[in-house]
């Protein structure tokens, strides 16, 4: 009798201080804590991974974040700083994944229930790329609450194949272009999972990138958070219809 092997789920956050649009954004407070942090909170809650990694670079800027990940008691991995396909691949190979869940230190509120859906609708095989982001193939998903996933050996592939810096930057070029909203090759299976009804809201943007975007999810943060540490997206669309767009009438 065949016995069916479960693959070994790692998520690897990326995160490094050195942003260019805002520099040490990752470890700017959110309601008294780093904004790494509160994302680590939140991925620990996922129930379909079997690691967590934190991947920064080497360097020296960069310490600061592996000292707060080990103080959250995730794993660390550094390696190259603008090459995202060597740091993720070298990641996965250190610490044993056979699929890799990619989240950017930019979204800063992901929820872990829709991770975990994304997750077990990749492990049906259906694709070799799946995601829950809301510019693909219009899921619905409000901005910064999902997440990529993709299988070891096709991150293997992009590594040995892919010679163009922009694409070895941004990983998800390699599997889907969102400007044509196609995938990126034929060679890869790309697809999705449609976001509930109750919080449909592609209109919601919770990346932070820029310094007003900061201080919107500051203030985000900063109400829900000592009301509910563990809240979720309803609440935070709750809080945007209720109480933030009327505060700026």
Known sequence: MTVSVKPRVVLI???????????????????????????????????????????????????????????YEIDVFRGAENDLVDRFYQAALAFNADVVVRIPADNTTPEPEEIDRVIAYHLTGQSDFSTNLESVFG???????GAEVFNRDVLEEVWKTVSDPHRREH???????????????????????????????????????????????????????????????????????????????
């Open 139 to 145: 899921s619905g998903y409000p901005d910064g609450i």
């Open 13 to 71: 956050l990326q995160a490094r201080m050195g942003s260019t649009r805002l520099p040490g954004k990752s470890m700017m407070d959110l309601a008294g804590a780093p904004l790494v942090g509160r994302i680590i909170e939140r991925v620990k809650r996922c129930r379909g991974v079997d690691a967590i990694v934190l991947a920064t670079t080497q360097k020296a800027e960069d310490d600061v974040l592996a000292d707060l990940a080990r103080s």
């Open 171 to 249: 990983p998800h070029l390699n599997f889907f272009d969102y400007k044509t909203q196609q995938p990126a090759t034929d060679r890869y299976r790309v697809g999705t999972v449609q976001c509930p009804a109750e919080f449909r809201r592609p209109d919601l943007v919770l990346d932070v990138n820029e310094r007003e975007q900061y201080e919107f999810m500051a203030q985000l943060y900063e109400y829900l958070y000592p009301r509910n540490p563990r809240f979720h997206i309803t609440d935070i669309i709750s809080w945007y219809d209720h109480v933030y767009l009327r505060s700026r009438q």
